[in-house]
């Protein structure tokens, strides 16, 4: 796939990502609703893990995606909201915790920091992006910080997000007998594709009003 070099660029790739997406839900959903008793039961299974994984796979897109857009302008990371700053360190500051680095070391990262704003944002780190496998509140809610997108609109929908996707999720995939309703299907579909909805909007929202730039 082509970069997003232009405001169209990056809003057509998120939306193609996502449109396929939703088809796949979509048709799963029709499937069910046509289903006898036995098929049913097995396809709602199907559902949750197909409507996490769309989940979980549109977030690492569209916030890669988005970050590669804002690399391609090339900014100073002076011209850009300190969040971009911050992301530019945060990977170094977690190698400190699990490595013996000395006082001299920690001294020279302090003044990389502090002499460092005229550095160009010009490359993703795709750690930054790292839905664990597990994609919970808790993890969304980092790469929201990442990202600079407000997290808190998407709270009311953190124990969806935990409980109906995900654990459901992780008890289907390591074989337990999980059952899922018929009458959860329309709660699972509709709030799935609402969840990838608003939040590849918040990204396109900034990538149109360049509020990815310092105020």
């Not at 944002?121 to 664990?132: A, C, P």
């Amino acid at each position: 796939m082509s970069k997003p070099y232009t405001v169209a660029d990056f809003s057509a790739q998120i939306t193609e990502d996502r449109n396929w997406r939703i088809k796949e839900i979509s048709d799963l959903k029709a499937a069910i609703t046509r289903g006898d008793n036995n098929l049913q039961r097995v396809l709602l299974r199907a559902l949750v893990t197909i409507c996490y994984a769309h989940w979980e796979g549109y977030v690492r897109f569209s916030a890669r995606k988005y970050l590669e857009h804002v690399a391609l302008r090339r900014f100073q990371y002076g011209e850009l909201d300190r969040q971009f700053f911050r992301n530019y360190f945060l990977p170094r500051l977690a190698a400190l915790t699990i490595s013996k680095v000395s006082i001299a070391e920690r001294c020279d990262l302090i003044d990389e920091i502090l002499n460092s704003s005229d550095r160009r944002f010009s490359r993703v780190n795709e750690d930054l992006i790292n839905t664990k496998a597990n994609l919970n509140f808790d993890v969304f809610t980092d790469i929201c910080l990442v990202c600079g997108v407000h997290a808190q609109p998407f709270s009311e929908q953190a124990t969806f997000i935990d409980v109906v996707l995900l654990r459901r999720r992780n008890a289907i995939a390591h074989g337990e007998d999980t059952l899922v309703a018929l009458p959860d299907l329309a709660e699972i579909t509709n709030h799935t594709i609402a969840l990838m909805r608003a939040f590849g909007d918040a990204l396109e929202n900034h990538v149109v009003l360049r509020t990815y730039k310092a105020a």
